[in-house]
């Protein structure tokens, strides 16, 4: 009986046999789904702590090239206030001029620790340099096609970065246009060189890039990746770049193979030394032209890390299958638990102090923001006050000058009402009503012209903060006449004033009023001893601005007189005659009404005088 048991028990063995075998496949294939993943889940925690750490580090290279763009910001502005300069531009061929300003210029470059410093004339020719003795001086070179010079010309400041047509090499050109009498007279342009901050950038290992608006990579620690675009060019970006030759003839391929990088934390496989590699880009915005920071870091340690932790999770997971068979498992799963839990706390602490860091960091740097809104708060409010002040001596000081015609102008209705008052009363006692009603309406209209007199000057002195609105061109103007009639009267002038009653500026009546008094005055001042003096007024809207021009028919002004008639201080009339503050104060009144005071000779004898100021956005109604 025994040997026919052995066959029945074959089969019973098998089956054994084959559960174990497929419960080890089973742990096997399990052990491995666990490993791919947490592989998964793990490459992308090591994904976010890269961004993570990326984006600090992006933000400190950012800030540093944001210092150092801005170390230099007002270098231009500065110099363009130098008087050599305007005097070059205003003597172009004086030699002995040209080689001080560029002497000038030189010293500046050296101090400055810039690439160079020139000066262009209205169409962008250039006049002088700091490298005006080597080899690739700017001088007569024209770099009238570069936006820095466009913009400066506009009235704007410059910025622009872009390869050297003349010396090949790229930089940072900042500029600032030179006030001229109608329009910047020329443009002063710094060019500062990047290649510290590429040398930095280098130095730190890290795979960095920097981008203008277009998407055009001019820096790159990768030689490969320079002058190569994020995405493919529109055909209008490359006609543009080529008009103003930013990049000189680089071909400016795509980075990717035609693949449009947006570097939010994308991976993308990029050319790297001699071999392509996996990188994570991220990006930050840098400067004011639209340039991001770009950050091409590799997924290498990220995906050694990833798989180190799938492999020992796929360990860990077939380790606590074999001690579920001897009864261990839930001992090791509370010890790994409590592992786990020890790495999060410490994980929550460490962000925790890196979160409390970031905003103290952030409410220090939001004070001293603060503090430095106040400071500015402060100064305008000063230099407002300051202005007005200014624009109040100087209507008080034309009443000064104006007050013995303002006597006689009021003495003749006063003598008038004197010698009516009395007929007035002999008339009655004569019963000659009639005559005597004629007398009373007499002295009621000479009332009112000395309440006109009296009332005009009162609102001509009176102190008040400057507020815009419609103002009426023609009645400014009947009102400037009616202040300085008495010196018309003096010197048997005509006023002729051409003015639509309907056209308007955006202004303050009385600063406005002022500006035309002062104007008025000195055309009368000019024609003085002469015979059939004269003056025209004329006004004129173009778009959006109005053109108001005085012109008198003296003798003219020299070309001393107009280089520096709106100077504080400077006057033509002879001693004790004028301060010479009000054409000064009157450029003041016109630029705060966002207008232009411009002077010069006009086609046949005498002077002229042009305000444009802007018209109210919608001409309405007169203001009552």
Same mark, same amino acid.
């Given at each position: 009986?025994?040997?026919?048991?052995?066959?029945?028990?074959?089969?019973?063995?098998?089956?054994?046999?084959?559960?174990?075998?497929?419960?080890?496949?089973?742990?096997?294939?399990?052990?491995?789904?666990?490993?791919?993943?947490?592989?998964?889940?793990?490459?992308?925690?090591?994904?976010?702590?890269?961004?993570?750490?990326?984006?600090?580090?992006?933000?400190?290279?950012?800030?540093?090239?944001?210092?150092?763009?801005?170390?230099?910001?007002?270098?231009?502005?500065?110099?363009?206030?130098?008087?050599?300069?305007?005097?070059?531009?205003?003597?172009?061929?004086?030699?002995?001029?040209?080689?001080?300003?560029?002497?000038?210029?030189?010293?500046?470059?050296?101090?400055a620790g810039v690439a160079a410093v020139f000066l262009l004339d209205r169409h962008g020719q250039?006049?002088?340099?700091?490298?005006?003795?080597?080899?690739?001086?700017?001088?007569?070179?024209?770099?009238?096609?570069?936006?820095?010079?466009?913009?400066?010309?506009?009235?704007?400041?410059?910025?622009?970065?872009?390869?050297?047509?003349?010396?090949?090499?790229?930089?940072?050109?900042?500029?600032?246009?030179?006030?001229?009498?109608?329009?910047?007279?020329?443009?002063?342009?710094?060019?500062?060189?990047?290649?510290?901050?590429?040398?930095?950038?280098?130095?730190?290992?890290?795979?960095?890039?920097?981008?203008?608006?277009?998407?055009?990579?001019?820096?790159?620690?990768?030689?490969?990746?320079?002058?190569?675009?994020?995405?493919?060019?529109?055909?209008?970006?490359?006609r543009r770049l080529q008009d103003n030759r930013q990049y000189g003839d680089q071909r400016l391929?795509?980075?990717?193979?035609?693949?449009?990088?947006?570097?939010?934390?994308?991976?993308?496989?990029?050319?790297?030394?001699?071999?392509?590699?996996?990188?994570?880009?991220?990006?930050?915005?840098?400067?004011?032209?639209?340039?991001?920071?770009?950050?091409?870091?590799?997924?290498?340690?990220?995906?050694?890390?990833?798989?180190?932790?799938?492999?020992?999770?796929?360990?860990?997971?077939?380790?606590?299958?074999? !001690? /579920? #068979?001897? $009864? +261990?498992?839930?001992?090791?799963?509370?010890? @790994?638990?409590?592992?786990?839990? =020890?790495? %999060?706390?410490?994980?929550?602490?460490?962000?925790?102090?890196?979160?409390?860091?970031?905003?103290?960091?952030?409410?220090?740097?939001?004070?001293?923001?603060?503090?430095?809104?106040?400071?500015?708060?402060?100064?305008?409010?000063?230099?407002?006050?300051?202005?007005?002040?200014?624009?109040?001596?100087?209507? !008080? /000081? #034309?009443? $000064? +000058?104006?007050?013995?015609?303002?006597?006689? @102008?009021?003495?003749?209705?006063? =003598?008038? %009402?004197?010698?009516?008052?009395?007929?007035?009363?002999?008339?009655?006692?004569?019963?000659?009503?009639?005559?005597?009603?004629?007398?009373?309406?007499?002295?009621?209209?000479?009332?009112?012209?000395?309440?006109?007199?009296?009332?005009?000057?009162?609102?001509?002195?009176?102190?008040?903060?400057?507020?815009?609105? /419609? #103002?009426?061109?023609?009645?400014?103007?009947?009102?400037?006449?009616?202040?300085?009639?008495?010196?018309?009267?003096?010197?048997?002038?005509?006023?002729?004033?051409?003015?639509?009653?309907?056209?308007?500026?955006?202004?303050?009546?009385?600063?406005?009023?002022?500006?035309?008094?002062?104007?008025?005055?000195?055309?009368?001042?000019?024609?003085?001893?002469?015979?059939?003096?004269?003056?025209?007024?004329?006004?004129?809207?173009?778009?959006?601005?109005?053109?108001?021009?005085?012109?008198?028919?003296?003798?003219?002004?020299?070309?001393?007189?107009?280089?520096?008639?709106?100077?504080?201080?400077?006057?033509?009339?002879?001693?004790?005659?004028?301060?010479?503050?009000?054409?000064?104060?009157?450029?003041?009144?016109?630029?705060?009404?966002?207008?232009?005071?411009?002077?010069?000779?006009?086609?046949?004898?005498?002077?002229?005088?042009?305000?444009?100021?802007?018209?109210?956005?919608?001409?309405?109604?007169?203001?009552?």
């Open positions: 009986m025994s040997v026919l048991t052995f066959p029945s028990a074959l089969p019973h063995l098998h089956r054994l046999r084959r559960r174990t075998v497929f419960g080890a496949l089973a742990g096997l294939v399990l052990c491995v789904l666990v490993a791919l993943a947490a592989y998964g889940l793990l490459l992308q925690e090591q994904l976010a702590q890269q961004r993570q750490a990326n984006a600090q580090r992006l933000s400190a290279y950012a800030l540093s090239l944001d210092n150092l763009l801005a170390r230099h910001e007002t270098l231009p502005y500065v110099l363009s206030l130098d008087g050599r300069l305007a005097n070059l531009l205003a003597r172009p061929t004086d030699a002995a001029l040209t080689a001080e300003v560029n002497r000038y210029l030189e010293g500046v470059q050296r101090r250039t006049l002088a340099a700091s490298n005006w003795h080597t080899p690739q001086s700017f001088v007569g070179q024209s770099y009238a096609f570069r936006p820095y010079f466009r913009d400066a010309a506009e009235g704007r400041p410059g910025r622009f970065y872009g390869i050297g047509n003349t010396t090949r090499t790229p930089g940072f050109f900042l500029s600032a246009p030179l006030p001229g009498p109608s329009g910047p007279a020329g443009v002063v342009v710094v060019k500062v060189s990047l290649d510290g901050i590429e040398r930095t950038w280098r130095a730190s290992g890290d795979h960095l890039a920097l981008a203008d608006r277009d998407g055009v990579l001019f820096i790159a620690t990768e030689p490969a990746w320079q002058y190569r675009t994020l995405a493919p060019l529109p055909p209008e970006v490359r391929p795509p980075l990717a193979d035609g693949v449009a990088i947006h570097a939010g934390g994308e991976r993308l496989r990029l050319p790297l030394g001699r071999q392509r590699a996996d990188l994570l880009a991220q990006s930050h915005p840098a400067g004011s032209l639209g340039w991001r920071v770009l950050l091409f870091s590799e997924l290498t340690e990220a995906r050694q890390a990833a798989a180190g932790g799938a492999a020992a999770i796929g360990f860990a997971m077939a380790f606590v299958l074999v !001690l /579920a #068979v001897y $009864g +261990q498992q839930r001992r090791r799963r509370l010890a @790994e638990r409590r592992a786990a839990q =020890a790495e %999060l706390r410490r994980v929550e602490a460490e962000l925790e102090t890196r979160i409390a860091e970031r905003t103290a960091a952030l409410q220090a740097a939001n004070t001293a923001l603060a503090n430095r809104v106040d400071a500015l708060k402060r100064t305008e409010s000063i230099l407002r006050e300051t202005r007005d002040s200014a624009v109040q001596a100087g209507k !008080l /000081a #034309v009443l $000064g +000058q104006m007050a013995a015609g303002v006597t006689h @102008e009021l003495n003749q209705p006063l =003598a008038a %009402l004197n010698t009516l008052s009395d007929n007035a009363v002999k008339l009655i006692e004569l019963t000659r009503y009639d005559e005597a009603r004629d007398n009373l309406s007499l002295i009621g209209q000479l009332t009112g012209r000395l309440g006109r007199i009296i009332g005009q000057l009162k609102s001509f002195a009176r102190q008040a903060p400057a507020e815009t609105a /419609a #103002v009426s061109v023609a009645q400014a103007v009947e009102h400037a006449c009616l202040i300085v009639e008495p010196r018309r009267r003096e010197l048997e002038a005509v006023i002729a004033a051409d003015i639509d009653p309907t056209l308007q500026v955006q202004a303050d009546v009385v600063r406005l009023e002022q500006v035309l008094v002062n104007l008025l005055r000195n055309g009368l001042d000019a024609m003085a001893g002469q015979p059939a003096p004269r003056l025209d007024l004329n006004a004129t809207r173009h778009g959006t601005r109005l053109r108001l021009t005085v012109r008198d028919h003296g003798p003219g002004l020299p070309a001393e007189a107009l280089e520096r008639l709106f100077e504080p201080f400077y006057t033509t009339k002879p001693a004790g005659q004028g301060l010479g503050l009000g054409l000064a104060i009157s450029l003041a009144i016109v630029e705060s009404f966002g207008g232009t005071l411009t002077a010069g000779n006009a086609n046949g004898p005498g002077a002229v005088f042009r305000l444009d100021l802007p018209v109210p956005p919608l001409s309405g109604d007169l203001p009552r």
